[in-house]
């Protein structure tokens, strides 16, 4: 069955570094998200993502964070500057044909930012 | 008020119970609800989706919306060790930013 894949699965990085998280969805999906779950609390939205543009965000994705679809196949979270809130599970997600279809959630990368 | 509040739980029953789990909205834009299940340190898994009030059956696992209330609830029949995780309640809107309860932990115990 085809799944969504993040790599890495964990990534430890020093504040104020950059970090990209990389995601493929599944192959034939159209749009794509990034979720993130800070420990011990609950799933948010970050920002979507369809024909090469944002087609939403969320308060949370202010300057620091970027995204990027470099390829046919990979989707990617880029957070310029780390800061020591930002350490958390970061999920992508795919859908097939719009935003309001079901949406396929990647296994997450943990970030850790010390 | 938050957009979406789900009971928090934790929920424990013993295997074979009908476990009730219930959420609700606020906003009227919500228009796909959805149920997920989350073991821990893994991502959401979706269980249930719909987009009318009513009922959907899918094996064990029955998800109820009523948007005239703002309140929706999933269904577990027959209850299994197995079916021990955090689920989560979600909706949509047509912009596609998914918002999520914050979660209630089920242990069933054999």
């Known amino acids: 069955e085809p799944e969504v894949t993040q790599t890495p699965s964990h990534q430890v990085t020093q504040m104020g570094q950059e970090v990209i998280l990389r995601c493929v969805p599944i192959?034939?999906?159209?749009?794509f998200y990034w979720y993130r779950q800070i420990l011990g609390q609950k799933v948010e939205f970050l920002v979507s993502?369809?024909?090469?543009?944002?087609?939403?965000k969320s308060e949370i994705f202010d300057d620091q964070f970027s995204v990027e679809r470099p390829d046919g196949s990979n989707f990617t979270l880029k957070i310029r500057s780390t800061k020591l809130e930002d350490s958390a599970m970061y999920f992508c997600?795919?859908?097939?044909?719009?935003?309001?279809?079901?949406?396929?959630f990647g296994p997450g990368t943990r970030l850790l930012v010390l | 008020q938050k957009e979406v509040e789900q009971d928090p739980g934790p929920l424990s029953v013993p295997e074979g119970a009908i476990v009730s789990l219930n959420c609700t909205y606020s906003?009227?834009?919500?228009?796909?609800f959805m149920w997920y299940r989350q073991y821990s340190r893994k991502g959401p898994e979706l269980l249930m989706y719909?987009?009318?009030?009513g009922n959907k059956e899918d094996g064990r696992f029955t998800a109820q919306v009523d948007k005239s209330s703002k309140y929706i609830s999933l269904f577990i029949r027959d209850s299994q060790p197995s079916d021990s995780a955090t689920y989560l309640c979600?909706?949509?809107?047509?912009?596609?930013?998914?918002?999520f309860g914050d979660g209630t932990t089920l242990t069933v115990k054999p």
């Open positions: 997600a795919s859908s097939e044909k719009g935003v309001s279809e079901t949406q396929y």
């Open positions: 192959s034939n999906h159209l749009y």
């Open positions: 993502f369809y024909n090469n543009e944002i087609s939403e």
């Open positions: 906003n009227s834009a919500f228009q796909y």
């Open positions: 719909t987009y009318s009030s």
């Open positions: 979600a909706t949509n809107t047509n912009a596609g930013k998914s918002t």
